[in-house]
């Protein structure tokens, strides 16, 4: 199936308010991620994982809840951690990633320990490093820090 096609399919399911769970190993992943990205965007709590398999083939995992509940933070210099924490008291919010660059990732750890006081736990968390090429082709690299909060 294409994107399309799946974007559709996972529709129906979710119209229904039945989660969407499916696993394969086909060859061709990328349409199935492509499609589960477009609910992820739409604030679905959507899960994914790479699993190996007995006959030597990655299997994708994908589970998408039927209701939208997630937020996600992409933090600049100007945001609020009491703006970000308020958006987060909604009782439909039940996941959060968050993620900043440089100095930002002082406003990520901070709304990560009001919320980790207020009743979510950290589920992941990844470091690394956002690489660009500048003027002359220097390299400058950002650490990056990424958290996703679930609702406890």
Not at 27 to 43: C, E, H, M, Y
Request: aromatic letters at 8%; one cysteine or more.
């Amino acid at each position: 199936m294409q994107k399309k096609d799946w974007v559709q399919y996972i529709e129906n399911f979710l119209s229904q308010q039945v989660p969407f769970v499916h696993h394969t190993i086909d060859g061709n992943k990328s349409p199935l991620l492509f499609a589960v990205d477009v609910f992820r965007r739409r604030g679905y709590d959507v899960k994914v994982s790479l699993e190996p398999s007995d006959i030597q083939k990655v299997v994708l995992y994908v589970c998408i809840s039927p209701s939208v509940s997630a937020l996600e933070f992409t933090l600049r210099r100007n945001h609020s951690v009491v703006d970000i924490i308020k958006e987060m008291k909604s009782p439909t919010v039940k996941v959060v990633t968050i993620r900043g660059c440089g100095t930002v990732i002082n406003t990520v750890c901070n709304v990560v320990e009001n919320a980790i006081h207020d009743g979510w736990y950290v589920e992941k968390n990844i470091l690394s490093t956002l690489t660009q090429k500048g003027i002359g082709n220097l390299k400058q690299r950002n650490t990056t820090l990424l958290v996703v909060l679930r609702r406890g």
